[in-house]
């Protein structure tokens, strides 16, 4: 993982921990579908990535990783723990 994290620069860490916590409250949203809620954290997470970087191109690269990089973590540990169920 730490190889990965090379990729994504350091002003665009703030985001993980923001987007895991929106999609927690996006999930408990009764009229927003499981589907949904990756794209609504992609395109939070690009937009913000493209105010934090003040770059186009980099904030879409950016947002792209940090969303893919919250979503896949979230669904590793949900899907591991629902095994041991």
Known sequence: MED???FI???ALI???ALFI???FLKKTPHISDWMIPWILLVVGVTGAIFLTGDTIDGIIQGILVTG???LTHQL???TS???N
Do not use: A, H
């Open 77 to 79: 540990y949900k899907q």
């Open 22 to 24: 929106i999609g927690i």
């Open 4 to 6: 990965f994290l090379q």
């Open 9 to 11: 620069t350091e002003k």
């Open 69 to 71: 990089s919250t979503v």
């Open 15 to 17: 985001l993980m921990p």
């Open 82 to 84: 629902k095994k041991d």
